[in-house]
């Protein structure tokens, strides 16, 4: 294995997913400028989420529709406007 490619300031860091507002605590190198107080009283920092296991059909098997700030509709528009949009052909 090659050496001192990995990081090396893995450290705690819990994880919220706010669609069902669940959080769980693991251990991340993942950048964050908030933090959050957790059940054993310390500060960690936090890392927002939108879907995680707690709120995934597959693993919930509930169906639930997640379009956070119109994240669809803005993809279609930007799509529409590009060369590999599907446009009406006239003849």
């Not at 860091?13 to 706010?18: A, P, R, T, Y």
């Not at 693991?26 to 927002?48: F, H, M, V």
Request: proline fraction near 4%; glycine fraction near 4%; aromatic fraction near 14%.
């Amino acid at each position: 294995m090659k050496k001192d490619i990995h990081p090396n300031n893995y450290r705690d860091v819990i994880f919220k997913d706010f669609s069902c507002d669940e959080s769980f605590m693991t251990r991340s190198c993942a950048p964050s400028k908030e933090t959050i107080q957790w059940e054993d009283g310390k500060e960690y920092p936090l890392i927002k989420l939108e879907i995680s296991s707690y709120s995934h059909p597959f693993f919930t098997g509930k169906m639930k529709f997640v379009d956070t700030a119109g994240r669809i509709d803005k993809f279609n528009k930007r799509f529409g406007k590009s060369k590999f949009a599907n446009k009406e052909k006239t003849s």
